[in-house]
């Protein structure tokens, strides 16, 4: 082709082949100018998909008319094949010169692809092949994005390649690799590779295969960026990780919002640059007249320069004691634990005075309330007088008159915010749904977070806030980056007002289980993030001095950090075994309450009646979901750490005296549950990986005494055995019967129950989940699953249940007494056999029906109070 004149056009020299085509350097012997030839690749210009895709490609850059897109001149046909005459870009590849020293460059590189790709998004184009090879940078340094082959023209036909599967594999969407709906958020991804290719040389996910790569793609996050940049600027690491969200309802819904942050990005970056540019310059005055001007002169200038040198330490001085100096930790700070009585304490507030704590705490019988006790030492003094399940957050006012707070009536209830005197008496609701209350500054009004445990109408976490009469209720803002729902219950729920009540500070969780501290401006609303460590944080506590705070496991255990407000690397400020929950500073800085609390739990045994309890563990741990095997030899539970919000958890198996403990699975994992087959011959169990959301949770089968590879149960998230080979399980809104063995399941009973069948599968004992059918149900069945008759209440709602094997009876605790109760499920008769051995629900019962397994709870928790945490 060299040399050969199609048209009026010279061929001069070839530039590059892809998949989609060959591009020419030639000359318009027309027009004189230099242009680019595209022809289809050889061999497959008579192929009609293929032509009708280039064709495509032309359209739909022919309608484009931006800088940095490359301009297409015509469309020719010579000798049956068609090709493209567009503009020559007399430049590089991006390619070529990544990684970009110049994070200006990059920056300003970032802007004009962004440009470019909204202009093309404006006008229903969607790239879909967005990468390093398809961008230029010209000898001007004018970026030029390339190759609309790929481009999907809205109204245009319809074209697969390969699966449908259509782009360049590293560069992809999750939602491209998994074959879904294309479209411009998809961009949006391949460009957040792009940009962190151009800073850091690096693909963000890759692999030693295609399977390695697509998997990385779609499941892993990238490396963070400042692993490479230690000092990338908060908003640019904000601007990558909302382009390479793995959800795109997650990223960013247009290219044009991604815009707006890379020019505000690119503008405060460049006024740094300036700045640091004029701080380099010598302060020396340079003479316009030599030295032998005369005495008179010089002592002028040695007049000016003392004068200036003057001026300037009168103005560093005032720098030093007006602009905020990096917060350091007084090594000389001293801690005490506060003594009370309590075993059983929640999150807590100090005031800003630091002379006073307030904290929820439940008393001998049961109820939990408000307390409240000087920092000083002396008595406390109970605030509230509530009948509550719970008590979850207290904040002081400012002038300590009154305190807020949230709490929880009933199972399956909301929590409410409520506001009491500090001087005791009656409580008023101000929220009826609503979370970790916090008061302004100005003590003006109360902030308070909706999701989680007090769900909100959107799905999202918000921020509200309420007058303290309760009026005047507003939202804040919303948490746009992840649904609640799709993270997982050890998610913290935590915010706080800055100092001058104008921005907020909060916890924003991901699927993954981890969480990072987000701030939020109630002005702008832009939003900034703080740590980048995927890691389990909490409490961020905003310090007048501009430092944050809050509790993380960054180092393994749960402790208290602090980092500037305007980003950093975070400094550990306690360094104690114990985990931290929550802590509280006072306004001036010198005062720092926390509270430390170890989970510790341990199973019993006790007959039937409660009686004969005796301890079956030994080691302080967290064992939970105990089962006996059918004979009743063995015990299998869950376990994990002391730490709250340390998720792994692992499956084991003991002798029924807590011997010969033998743990069953291991790795990053998080086990839920577990169940026993019938004969004993297998367990199941349900379990995670960490770094997964709870919708992961899958079923695996296990050998408890030949524990060999677990077997997957994969479309299970849960079961209950009904006998050796088949299991049940809850699914959609519906319960279904399925078979170890395989095949599909087949419902039993109606929608919006969970059964279980039982006596030779002529009769169901179910859970009803429509409002007010709360509670166990008995009913007969005929041959065809159809109910017979009226079903039977036979377990109140809201008590704990205990099943036995063979389903003969059920146990379960009248909360409000105490009292153990047994129903027979043959005639639903219902008889007291006695009482509960302490508080909690029974977790399982032998095969003979005589002996029942308790988890008993007993945290250890308390406050320490630290002075002069500051120098």
């Known amino acids: 082709m060299i040399g050969k004149i199609i048209s009026h056009y010279k061929i001069l020299e070839k530039l590059g082949e892809g998949g989609m085509g060959v591009v020419y350097r030639a000359e318009d012997l027309k027009l004189t100018r230099t242009v680019a030839l595209k022809f289809l690749p050889e061999g497959l210009h008579a192929h009609e998909p293929e032509r009708t895709r280039f064709l495509q490609e032309a359209r739909a850059a022919a309608i484009l008319n931006q800088a940095n897109i490359c301009t297409v001149y015509d469309i020719q046909e010579h000798d049956g094949q068609q090709y493209i005459v567009m503009e020559y870009v007399d430049g590089r590849t991006l390619r070529e ?70 782009g360049t594999l590293s560069y992809m969407a999750p939602e491209q690799i998994q074959g879904g709906d294309v479209d411009a958020r998809s961009d949006i991804f391949s460009f957040g590779i792009v940009l962190y290719e151009m800073l850091t040389g690096r693909l963000p996910f890759g692999g030693e295969h295609e399977a390695a790569i697509m998997y990385a793609i779609v499941n892993e996050e990238a490396e963070p960026l400042q692993h490479y940049i230690p000092d990338a600027p908060s908003e640019l690491l904000h601007i990558l990780d909302r382009a390479l969200e793995k959800d795109r309802e997650e990223r960013y ?78 090594p000389n700070r001293t801690s005490v634990a506060l003594s009370f009585p309590f075993k059983e304490i929640s999150w807590h507030s100090l005031s800003r005075d630091g002379n006073w704590v307030a904290f929820p705490a439940v008393d001998e019988g049961g109820k939990w309330n408000v307390y409240m006790m000087n920092t000083a030492g002396g008595t406390y003094s109970r605030i509230t007088d509530e009948s509550t399940l719970y008590l979850n957050g207290v904040d002081i006012a400012p002038d300590v008159s009154r305190i807020a707070y949230s709490c929880l009536y009933r199972v399956g209830g909301a929590y409410n915010v409520k506001v009491a005197s500090s001087q005791g008496g009656g409580s008023r609701t101000v929220a009826d749904t609503g979370i970790v209350p916090h008061w302004t500054p100005d003590g003006q009004r109360i902030g308070y977070m909706r999701g989680y445990l007090a769900p909100s109408a959107s799905g999202r976490v918000e921020i509200w806030s309420v007058r303290p009469d309760g009026s005047d209720r507003r939202l804040e803002f919303r948490d746009t980056l992840t649904p609640f729902a799709e993270t997982t219950q050890f998610a913290p729920t935590a915010f706080c007002w800055s100092p001058d009540g104008r921005s907020i500070a909060w916890v924003h969780n991901y699927p993954q289980g981890y969480g990072e501290v987000m701030v939020h401006d109630l002005a702008t609303g832009r939003e900034r993030q703080l740590t980048f460590d995927r890691k389990v944080v909490d409490e961020p506590i905003w310090a007048v001095n501009d430092v944050i705070l809050f509790i993380s496991n960054r180092s393994g255990q749960c402790n208290l950090w602090m980092l500037p407000a305007g980003g950093g690397e975070p400094t550990q400020v306690t360094q104690g075994g114990v985990p931290i929950l929550g802590a509280r500073i006072s306004a001036d800085k010198n005062t720092l309450v926390y509270l430390q609390q170890e989970n510790v739990n341990h199973i019993w045994i006790s007959s039937i009646d409660g009686g004969n309890a005796r301890r079956a563990t030994i080691e302080d741990a967290q064992p939970f979901r105990p089962r006996f095997s059918p004979d009743g030899k063995h015990i299998a539970y869950c376990l994990s750490g002391v730490d709250l919000y340390d998720q792994e958890a692992h499956l084991f198996v003991m002798d029924r005296d807590g011997k010969n403990r033998r743990q069953l699975t291991s790795g990053s994992e998080v086990v839920r549950g577990c169940t026993w087959s019938p004969d004993g011959l297998w367990l199941a169990y349900f379990s995670r990986a960490i770094g997964e959301s709870d919708d992961s949770i899958r079923t695996f089968l296990i050998q408890p005494f030949d524990p060999g590879a677990p077997r997957v149960l994969s479309h299970v998230k849960g079961m209950t055995w009904v006998d050796s080979e088949h299991f049940v399980t809850y699914r959609g809104n519906r319960t279904l019967l399925y078979s170890i063995n395989g095949g599909d399941g087949v419902q039993i009973f109606r929608d919006s129950t969970f059964a279980i069948p039982i006596q030779g599968n002529r009769r169901i004992m179910f859970t009803d989940n429509r409002r007010g059918k709360e509670g166990w149900w008995l009913v007969s069945i005929d041959a065809l699953g159809k109910q017979e008759g009226e079903a039977k209440r036979i377990v109140p709602p809201n008590t704990g249940t205990a099943v036995p094997f063979d389903r003969r009876f059920m146990i379960y605790v009248d909360n409000r007494t105490n009292e153990l109760w047994r129903v027979w499920t043959n005639t639903g008769k219902e008889e007291r056999v006695g009482k509960a051995p302490f508080a909690g629900s029974p977790e399982s019962v032998s095969g003979d029906g005589k002996e029942i397994l308790w988890v008993r709870t007993d945290n250890r928790e308390k406050l320490v109070l630290v002075r002069n945490v500051f120098e």
Not at 104 to 113: C, E, F, L, P, S
Not at 293 to 313: D, M, N
């Open 97 to 166: 010169i990544v990684p970009v020293k110049n994070m200006q460059d990059a920056i300003g590189y970032a802007v004009q692809i962004a440009e470019a790709l909204q202009e093309a998004h404006t006008h229903g184009i969607v790239h879909r092949d967005v990468k390093a090879d398809n961008i230029m940078v010209n000898m001007k340094n004018q970026v030029k994005v390339m190759d609309f082959g790929l481009a999907k023209l809205k109204g245009s036909i319809k074209l697969t390649k390969t699966s449908s599967t259509v």
């Open 253 to 330: 819904q247009t290219v044009h919002e991604m815009l707006i942050d890379l020019r505000r990005l690119k503008k405060d970056s460049t006024r740094v640059v300036r700045q640091a540019q004029h701080n380099a310059q010598a302060p020396g005055v340079q003479p316009t007249e030599p030295l032998a001007a005369g005495k008179p002169k010089r002592r002028k200038t040695l007049w000016i320069a003392s004068a200036g040198a003057a001026v300037l330490c009168v103005a560093a001085a005032v720098l030093f004691f007006v602009s905020p100096h990096p917060a350091r930790l007084n």
